[in-house]
């Protein structure tokens, strides 16, 4: 059973750092490109950072760019997040997915706050 358990979600000041974990299981997660994605209330689900299946290459959404970090471990099965500098408009449920040609994966969410 293929399982995509996100965390380290939690309530943030302005400026402040989180490093969001996702866990695999069920397929093969050495394989499958790893991207995180958010949804803020009332808005669509927008990817924030991808990468490959070596984790030698990265990609961010433009308003990521020099403070998000995405990075794996496939040793662990885990893709990871650093957020550094957060904002307001940060605010978001986090989502990691996986995807391998036509299979597409996704977990439940972590809730990232950034508020003072």
Known sequence: QVQLAESGG???????SLRLSCAASGF???TYVMSWYRQAPGKERELVA???TTGTRTFYADSMKGRFTISRDNAKNTVYLQMNSLKPEDSAVYYCNAKLGFKNY???GTLVTVSS
């Open 10 to 16: 939690d309530l943030v000041q302005p400026g402040g």
């Open 50 to 52: 991808t990468v490959t």
């Open 28 to 30: 093969t997660f050495s």
């Open 106 to 108: 996704w977990g439940t």
